[in-house]
Protein backbone atom coordinates (compact mmCIF):
# COMPACT_ATOMS: atom_id res chain seq x y z
CA UNK A 1 0.00 0.00 0.00
CA UNK A 2 1.56 3.46 -1.01
CA UNK A 3 2.42 5.73 1.82
CA UNK A 4 0.66 8.75 0.54
CA UNK A 5 -2.58 9.80 -1.44
CA UNK A 6 -2.40 12.92 -3.56
CA UNK A 7 -6.30 13.61 -5.19
CA UNK A 8 -6.21 16.85 -7.79
CA UNK A 9 -10.22 18.06 -7.44
CA UNK A 10 -12.09 21.08 -8.90
CA UNK A 11 -11.73 22.21 -12.62
CA UNK A 12 -7.85 22.03 -13.01
CA UNK A 13 -6.80 22.66 -16.83
CA UNK A 14 -5.11 20.25 -18.56
CA UNK A 15 -2.00 21.99 -18.73
CA UNK A 16 -2.06 22.71 -14.81
CA UNK A 17 -2.97 18.99 -14.49
CA UNK A 18 -0.05 18.13 -16.13
CA UNK A 19 2.39 20.45 -14.62
CA UNK A 20 1.32 19.28 -10.98
CA UNK A 21 2.02 16.11 -11.58
CA UNK A 22 4.80 16.66 -13.32
CA UNK A 23 6.49 19.03 -9.92
CA UNK A 24 4.42 16.30 -7.58
CA UNK A 25 7.15 13.78 -9.10
CA UNK A 26 10.46 15.27 -9.38
CA UNK A 27 10.16 16.86 -5.47
CA UNK A 28 8.86 13.50 -4.12
CA UNK A 29 11.87 11.91 -6.13
CA UNK A 30 14.01 13.86 -4.34
CA UNK A 31 12.64 11.72 -1.24
CA UNK A 32 13.43 8.60 -3.03
CA UNK A 33 9.42 8.12 -3.63
CA UNK A 34 8.45 6.18 -6.70
CA UNK A 35 4.96 7.12 -7.77
CA UNK A 36 2.35 3.85 -7.76
CA UNK A 37 4.92 2.16 -5.22
CA UNK A 38 4.75 5.08 -2.69
CA UNK A 39 2.97 7.69 -3.33
CA UNK A 40 -0.44 8.00 -6.21
CA UNK A 41 -2.22 11.15 -7.40
CA UNK A 42 -5.89 10.88 -9.00
CA UNK A 43 -8.26 12.84 -10.49
CA UNK A 44 -10.96 12.60 -7.40
CA UNK A 45 -11.19 9.97 -5.15
CA UNK A 46 -10.69 6.37 -6.86
CA UNK A 47 -11.73 3.00 -5.99
CA UNK A 48 -8.22 2.33 -4.63
CA UNK A 49 -8.69 5.22 -2.45
CA UNK A 50 -7.65 3.87 1.64
CA UNK A 51 -8.98 6.08 4.47
CA UNK A 52 -5.99 5.40 6.46
CA UNK A 53 -3.20 6.63 4.38
CA UNK A 54 -1.91 9.82 4.39
CA UNK A 55 -3.58 12.09 1.91
CA UNK A 56 -3.59 15.88 0.51
CA UNK A 57 -6.35 17.06 -1.73
CA UNK A 58 -5.80 19.99 -4.12
CA UNK A 59 -9.02 22.16 -5.28
CA UNK A 60 -8.10 23.98 -8.51
CA UNK A 61 -11.47 26.29 -8.14
CA UNK A 62 -12.94 27.59 -11.01
CA UNK A 63 -16.60 29.21 -12.13
CA UNK A 64 -19.12 26.07 -11.11
CA UNK A 65 -16.46 23.80 -9.83
CA UNK A 66 -17.90 21.19 -7.94
CA UNK A 67 -17.09 19.49 -4.92
CA UNK A 68 -18.80 16.07 -4.05
CA UNK A 69 -15.78 14.92 -1.85
CA UNK A 70 -16.86 17.61 0.41
CA UNK A 71 -18.61 15.22 3.10
CA UNK A 72 -16.09 12.00 2.78
CA UNK A 73 -12.68 14.33 3.02
CA UNK A 74 -14.14 16.14 6.08
CA UNK A 75 -15.08 13.27 7.73
CA UNK A 76 -12.00 11.82 7.42
CA UNK A 77 -9.72 14.87 8.39
CA UNK A 78 -7.74 15.59 4.71
CA UNK A 79 -6.50 18.75 4.32
CA UNK A 80 -7.32 20.72 1.54
CA UNK A 81 -5.06 23.23 -0.64
CA UNK A 82 -7.42 25.51 -2.49
CA UNK A 83 -6.51 27.47 -5.52
CA UNK A 84 -7.83 30.52 -7.21
CA UNK A 85 -7.12 32.58 -9.80
CA UNK A 86 -7.22 36.08 -7.28
CA UNK A 87 -8.50 36.87 -3.89
CA UNK A 88 -11.38 38.51 -5.64
CA UNK A 89 -12.61 35.25 -7.16
CA UNK A 90 -12.88 33.14 -4.51
CA UNK A 91 -16.13 33.41 -3.61
CA UNK A 92 -17.00 32.66 -7.29
CA UNK A 93 -14.44 29.82 -7.40
CA UNK A 94 -14.92 27.93 -4.63
CA UNK A 95 -17.63 26.13 -3.43
CA UNK A 96 -19.15 27.27 -0.04
CA UNK A 97 -17.33 24.57 1.82
CA UNK A 98 -13.74 25.79 1.10
CA UNK A 99 -14.69 29.24 1.17
CA UNK A 100 -13.21 29.35 4.86
CA UNK A 101 -9.86 28.07 4.55
CA UNK A 102 -7.23 30.25 3.19
CA UNK A 103 -6.53 29.62 -0.05
CA UNK A 104 -3.45 29.90 -2.64
CA UNK A 105 -4.05 32.95 -4.88
CA UNK A 106 -3.13 31.37 -8.78
CA UNK A 107 0.64 32.70 -9.96
CA UNK A 108 1.09 33.25 -14.07
CA UNK A 109 4.95 33.04 -13.39
CA UNK A 110 4.57 29.89 -11.33
CA UNK A 111 4.22 27.64 -14.53
CA UNK A 112 5.72 24.51 -13.10
CA UNK A 113 2.95 25.15 -9.70
CA UNK A 114 5.85 25.19 -7.40
CA UNK A 115 3.84 26.91 -4.49
CA UNK A 116 0.85 24.66 -4.87
CA UNK A 117 2.76 21.05 -4.85
CA UNK A 118 5.40 22.98 -1.66
CA UNK A 119 2.04 23.32 0.15
CA UNK A 120 0.91 20.21 -0.64
CA UNK A 121 4.07 18.83 0.70
CA UNK A 122 3.88 20.51 3.96
CA UNK A 123 0.28 18.85 4.35
CA UNK A 124 1.37 15.47 3.85
CA UNK A 125 4.25 16.24 6.33
CA UNK A 126 7.16 15.99 3.82
CA UNK A 127 8.23 19.52 4.45
CA UNK A 128 8.20 21.31 7.48
CA UNK A 129 5.10 23.76 8.17
CA UNK A 130 7.73 26.62 8.65
CA UNK A 131 8.97 27.82 6.08
CA UNK A 132 12.48 29.29 7.18
CA UNK A 133 15.34 31.38 5.15
CA UNK A 134 18.46 32.76 6.27
CA UNK A 135 19.74 35.82 4.69
CA UNK A 136 23.61 36.38 4.85
CA UNK A 137 24.89 39.57 3.36
CA UNK A 138 27.24 42.47 3.88
CA UNK A 139 25.72 45.26 5.32
CA UNK A 140 28.29 48.13 3.74
CA UNK A 141 27.52 46.26 0.40
CA UNK A 142 23.57 45.16 0.09
CA UNK A 143 21.67 45.93 3.09
CA UNK A 144 18.75 47.45 1.03
CA UNK A 145 18.59 44.42 -1.01
CA UNK A 146 18.72 42.20 2.24
CA UNK A 147 15.91 44.36 3.71
CA UNK A 148 14.21 44.23 0.33
CA UNK A 149 14.12 40.41 0.75
CA UNK A 150 13.39 40.23 4.11
CA UNK A 151 10.04 42.19 3.81
CA UNK A 152 9.05 40.26 0.22
CA UNK A 153 9.75 36.84 0.92
CA UNK A 154 7.98 37.24 4.63
CA UNK A 155 4.68 38.60 2.82
CA UNK A 156 4.84 35.39 0.66
CA UNK A 157 5.08 33.23 4.05
CA UNK A 158 8.63 32.71 4.64
CA UNK A 159 9.71 32.65 8.12
CA UNK A 160 13.18 34.64 7.77
CA UNK A 161 15.88 35.66 9.40
CA UNK A 162 17.80 38.88 9.17
CA UNK A 163 20.16 39.81 11.45
CA UNK A 164 19.09 43.36 12.16
CA UNK A 165 15.32 42.54 12.56
CA UNK A 166 15.32 38.87 13.90
CA UNK A 167 17.35 38.95 17.22
CA UNK A 168 14.99 39.61 20.70
CA UNK A 169 16.37 42.17 22.57
CA UNK A 170 19.03 41.10 25.09
CA UNK A 171 19.24 38.39 23.50
CA UNK A 172 22.78 36.42 22.90
CA UNK A 173 23.20 37.50 19.54
CA UNK A 174 25.96 34.96 18.06
CA UNK A 175 24.41 32.14 19.63
CA UNK A 176 21.16 33.32 18.38
CA UNK A 177 22.50 33.66 14.66
CA UNK A 178 23.79 30.44 14.81
CA UNK A 179 20.61 28.79 16.16
CA UNK A 180 18.92 30.18 13.26
CA UNK A 181 20.89 29.07 10.81
CA UNK A 182 20.63 25.37 12.14
CA UNK A 183 16.97 25.60 11.54
CA UNK A 184 16.53 27.45 8.34
CA UNK A 185 16.05 25.32 5.47
CA UNK A 186 17.93 27.41 2.88
CA UNK A 187 20.82 30.37 3.19
CA UNK A 188 20.57 33.13 1.08
CA UNK A 189 23.69 34.28 -0.15
CA UNK A 190 24.11 37.96 -1.18
CA UNK A 191 27.53 37.39 -3.08
CA UNK A 192 28.75 40.61 -3.19
CA UNK A 193 32.65 41.93 -3.77
CA UNK A 194 33.58 41.78 -0.36
CA UNK A 195 31.61 38.58 1.03
CA UNK A 196 34.73 36.65 1.98
CA UNK A 197 36.28 39.62 3.21
CA UNK A 198 34.12 39.42 6.61
CA UNK A 199 34.69 37.14 9.26
CA UNK A 200 30.85 36.80 9.94
CA UNK A 201 29.66 36.16 6.44
CA UNK A 202 32.09 33.83 5.58
CA UNK A 203 31.57 32.03 9.24
CA UNK A 204 27.95 31.47 8.01
CA UNK A 205 28.74 29.93 4.53
CA UNK A 206 30.64 27.83 6.35
CA UNK A 207 28.42 26.54 8.51
CA UNK A 208 26.09 25.91 6.13
CA UNK A 209 27.79 23.82 4.54
CA UNK A 210 28.53 21.88 7.87
CA UNK A 211 25.15 21.61 8.15
CA UNK A 212 24.39 20.57 4.71
CA UNK A 213 21.66 23.48 3.59
CA UNK A 214 21.16 24.38 0.64
CA UNK A 215 22.33 28.25 -0.73
CA UNK A 216 20.84 30.60 -3.01
CA UNK A 217 23.54 32.68 -4.00
CA UNK A 218 22.56 35.43 -5.74
CA UNK A 219 25.97 36.90 -7.42
CA UNK A 220 26.09 40.72 -7.83
CA UNK A 221 27.26 42.33 -11.52
CA UNK A 222 30.60 41.92 -13.00
CA UNK A 223 31.78 39.99 -9.83
CA UNK A 224 33.34 36.52 -9.57
CA UNK A 225 32.80 34.34 -6.69
CA UNK A 226 35.84 33.78 -4.71
CA UNK A 227 34.31 30.27 -3.78
CA UNK A 228 31.68 27.42 -4.65
CA UNK A 229 29.78 25.38 -3.11
CA UNK A 230 27.84 22.33 -4.78
CA UNK A 231 25.28 22.95 -2.02
CA UNK A 232 24.86 26.56 -3.77
CA UNK A 233 22.20 27.47 -6.74
CA UNK A 234 23.27 30.99 -8.77
CA UNK A 235 21.67 33.19 -10.00
CA UNK A 236 24.18 35.72 -11.47
CA UNK A 237 22.52 39.52 -11.57
CA UNK A 238 23.32 41.90 -13.92
CA UNK A 239 23.05 45.96 -13.72
CA UNK A 240 19.44 45.90 -15.06
CA UNK A 241 18.22 43.34 -12.44
CA UNK A 242 18.55 46.69 -10.19
CA UNK A 243 16.45 49.35 -9.95
CA UNK A 244 18.61 51.81 -7.89
CA UNK A 245 20.12 49.94 -4.83
CA UNK A 246 17.29 47.04 -4.98
CA UNK A 247 16.54 44.61 -7.08
CA UNK A 248 13.35 45.26 -9.59
CA UNK A 249 10.03 43.62 -9.07
CA UNK A 250 10.28 41.12 -11.42
CA UNK A 251 13.46 39.63 -10.07
CA UNK A 252 12.58 39.59 -6.68
CA UNK A 253 9.50 37.09 -7.91
CA UNK A 254 11.76 35.46 -9.77
CA UNK A 255 14.09 34.70 -6.67
CA UNK A 256 10.90 33.66 -4.51
CA UNK A 257 9.78 31.04 -7.15
CA UNK A 258 13.50 29.32 -6.82
CA UNK A 259 13.57 29.66 -3.26
CA UNK A 260 10.37 26.98 -3.48
CA UNK A 261 12.46 24.52 -5.66
CA UNK A 262 15.80 24.96 -3.52
CA UNK A 263 13.95 24.43 -0.22
CA UNK A 264 12.05 21.21 -1.61
CA UNK A 265 16.18 20.11 -2.42
CA UNK A 266 17.43 21.18 0.99
CA UNK A 267 15.04 19.50 2.88
CA UNK A 268 15.46 16.31 1.12
CA UNK A 269 19.30 16.44 1.01
CA UNK A 270 19.81 16.75 4.61
CA UNK A 271 17.10 14.34 5.35
CA UNK A 272 18.75 12.07 2.94
CA UNK A 273 21.99 12.63 4.33
CA UNK A 274 20.44 11.88 8.03
CA UNK A 275 19.01 8.48 6.78
CA UNK A 276 22.31 7.30 4.78
CA UNK A 277 24.28 8.22 8.68
CA UNK A 278 21.45 5.99 10.40
CA UNK A 279 21.70 3.04 7.84
CA UNK A 280 25.57 2.90 8.32
CA UNK A 281 25.12 2.54 12.13
CA UNK A 282 22.75 0.13 12.17
CA UNK A 283 24.30 -2.19 9.57
CA UNK A 284 27.71 -1.94 11.26
CA UNK A 285 25.91 -2.93 14.38
CA UNK A 286 24.14 -5.60 13.01
CA UNK A 287 20.77 -4.26 12.30
CA UNK A 288 19.11 -3.02 9.11
CA UNK A 289 16.96 -0.73 7.38
CA UNK A 290 13.60 -2.61 6.92
CA UNK A 291 11.59 0.64 5.39
CA UNK A 292 10.63 4.14 5.26
CA UNK A 293 6.97 5.44 6.78
CA UNK A 294 4.80 8.29 6.92
CA UNK A 295 6.49 11.99 7.24
CA UNK A 296 9.64 10.46 6.47
CA UNK A 297 9.89 8.07 9.55
CA UNK A 298 12.53 4.87 9.13
CA UNK A 299 11.85 1.86 10.32
CA UNK A 300 14.93 0.05 12.34
CA UNK A 301 15.43 -3.25 12.71
CA UNK A 302 17.84 -3.70 15.89
CA UNK A 303 20.74 -6.39 16.69
CA UNK A 304 18.58 -8.00 18.95
CA UNK A 305 16.02 -8.47 16.39
CA UNK A 306 13.29 -5.31 18.00
CA UNK A 307 12.15 -2.56 16.03
CA UNK A 308 12.64 1.42 16.04
CA UNK A 309 10.61 3.73 14.57
CA UNK A 310 13.09 6.59 13.70
CA UNK A 311 12.10 10.07 12.85
CA UNK A 312 14.64 12.40 11.78
CA UNK A 313 13.67 16.03 11.99
CA UNK A 314 15.44 18.67 9.49
CA UNK A 315 16.31 21.24 11.49
CA UNK A 316 15.65 22.22 15.11
CA UNK A 317 13.57 19.57 17.22
CA UNK A 318 10.57 20.61 19.08
CA UNK A 319 7.50 19.06 20.88
CA UNK A 320 5.85 18.83 18.09
CA UNK A 321 8.13 16.50 16.31
CA UNK A 322 7.93 14.15 19.41
CA UNK A 323 4.40 14.45 19.30
CA UNK A 324 4.53 12.84 15.56
CA UNK A 325 7.17 10.66 16.42
CA UNK A 326 4.71 8.89 19.22
CA UNK A 327 1.86 8.78 17.02
CA UNK A 328 4.05 7.31 14.17
CA UNK A 329 5.09 4.47 16.29
CA UNK A 330 1.96 2.45 16.58
CA UNK A 331 3.01 1.81 20.25
CA UNK A 332 6.37 0.34 18.91
CA UNK A 333 9.76 1.82 20.42
CA UNK A 334 10.40 5.27 18.49
CA UNK A 335 13.74 7.76 18.35
CA UNK A 336 13.46 11.37 17.01
CA UNK A 337 16.60 12.22 15.17
CA UNK A 338 18.61 15.04 14.93
CA UNK A 339 21.60 17.06 13.97
CA UNK A 340 22.49 18.78 17.41
CA UNK A 341 25.66 20.41 16.06
CA UNK A 342 25.09 24.13 16.33
CA UNK A 343 21.72 24.55 18.48
CA UNK A 344 22.42 27.07 21.00
CA UNK A 345 22.44 25.52 24.74
CA UNK A 346 19.37 26.63 25.97
CA UNK A 347 17.32 24.79 23.53
CA UNK A 348 19.46 21.93 23.85
CA UNK A 349 18.46 22.12 28.18
CA UNK A 350 15.05 22.51 26.74
CA UNK A 351 15.37 19.07 24.96
CA UNK A 352 16.69 17.30 27.73
CA UNK A 353 14.05 18.64 29.71
CA UNK A 354 11.39 17.59 27.34
CA UNK A 355 13.20 14.01 27.13
CA UNK A 356 13.16 13.53 30.77
CA UNK A 357 9.42 13.85 30.64
CA UNK A 358 8.66 12.25 27.78
CA UNK A 359 10.23 8.68 28.51
CA UNK A 360 8.12 7.09 25.49
CA UNK A 361 10.68 9.13 22.92
CA UNK A 362 14.95 8.26 22.81
CA UNK A 363 16.40 10.90 21.38
CA UNK A 364 19.52 9.88 18.87
CA UNK A 365 22.18 12.74 18.19
CA UNK A 366 22.53 11.91 13.96
CA UNK A 367 26.24 12.35 14.05
CA UNK A 368 26.59 10.18 17.35
CA UNK A 369 24.60 7.64 16.08
CA UNK A 370 26.30 4.55 16.21
CA UNK A 371 27.50 5.70 19.67
CA UNK A 372 24.00 5.75 20.72
CA UNK A 373 22.57 3.14 19.20
CA UNK A 374 24.84 0.62 20.58
CA UNK A 375 23.54 1.96 24.11
CA UNK A 376 19.91 1.06 22.86
CA UNK A 377 18.71 -2.21 24.52
CA UNK A 378 14.92 -3.08 23.51
Not at 111 to 129: D, K
Not at 266 to 279: E, F, K, P, W, Y
Not at 348 to 376: N, P, T
Request: aromatic share 8%.
Amino acid sequence: MALYQCLVLGSPTAAQTAAFAATFDDCLGLFGLVRGRDYTIDRGISADFSASTATVAVFFGADGAGYPEADRLKRLGVPVVPVVSSAARVSAELPAELRGINAMFHDAADTNLRRVVTAALQCLGLLPAQRRVFVSYRREESADVALQLYEALSARHFDVFLDTHSVSVAADFQAALWHRLCDSDVLIMLDTPGYFSSRWTTAEWGRAIAKHISMLQLVWPAHTPARESNLATSKKLADVDFDGSRLTAAVVSEVALELERVRSVSVALRHSNMVGTLRSAIEDLGGSVEGVGQKRSVLLKLPSGNSLVAYPVVGVPTSLDVHDCIDLSDSRAAAVVYDHLGISEEWRRHLDWLAARVGAVKWLRSREADWQLADIEL
